[in-house]
């Protein structure tokens, strides 16, 4: 090849490449995110009460997780023993509503404190009365201010799989993370997976498709 058509060639390339990155320069848009939602916190303190034994998996650093990344006043509550009234014997299960109420009952003045919320978690399968056709449940809210979170149904080993207490700490994370988004935060549930507020949440493949963030 001659010089003078080398040096063409060059040339051609070189101005090729010079307008195609001024062409993805001019085109190229970052991806915005979208913006995190206003967070309006409740202000009172967040009582977490473990429910039964064994104690729940993880809870102290769950708590330690949320009081860093969102500058909660987390309170672990010393741990109720499960009695007759909470335990429907036919089902095998722990009723929702009875737990909520075991609660309210064990800890009155938390209970009664209206910038209060408080978290009953539990390592025991449970079921919401109200919602008797639902054959279990990974939590239960009510009165804005209450909630029962249960694992039983987060640990692989009730889906037939081999036990990982990694998976059941992000789970346990991102349910009780929801759990305050709508009691202390007043967020609404989100159809964006990209949020930890996505809902309905009707399994494993939905806790675990969703973030962790508002």
């Known amino acids: 090849m001659r010089p003078e058509t080398r040096r063409t060639l060059n040339f051609l390339v070189a101005a090729a ?73 036919h089902r095998r299960q722990l009723v929702a509503e009875a737990l909520i109420a075991l609660m309210r009952r064990a800890y009155p003045r938390e209970a009664e404190d209206g910038s209060a919320v408080l978290v009953g978690i539990t390592a025991h399968d449970l079921y919401i009365a109200g919602h008797a056709k639902w054959r279990w449940a990974f939590s239960y809210r009510v ?3 209450f909630a029962v979170v249960s694992t ?22 991102k349910m009780v993370t929801k759990n305050l988004g709508m009691l202390y935060f007043g967020l609404d549930q989100s159809s964006d997976r990209r949020s930890v507020m996505f809902g309905p949440i009707l399994g494993l493949g939905d806790l675990d498709s969703i973030g962790e963030d508002f």
């Not at 409740?42 to 949320?66: H, K």
């Not at 692989?156 to 059941?168: C, E, N, Q, T, V």
Request: charged letters at 25%.
């Open 152 to 173: 039983a149904r987060m640990d692989d080993a009730a889906w037939g799989g081999k036990p990982d207490p990694l998976r059941i700490e992000v789970r346990l994370r």
């Open 17 to 89: 490449l010079v307008g195609w990155l001024v062409v993805v320069a001019v085109t190229y848009r970052p991806v915005t995110p979208p913006p995190l939602p206003e967070l309006k916190p409740r202000g009172g303190p967040i009582y977490f009460v473990p429910l039964g034994a064994p104690d729940p998996p993880s809870l102290d650093s769950l708590a330690a997780y949320l009081e860093q990344r969102y500058q909660l006043r987390l309170v672990k509550l010393a741990g109720l023993p499960l009695d007759e009234s909470v335990v429907d014997n």
């Open 143 to 145: 009165d804005e201010r």
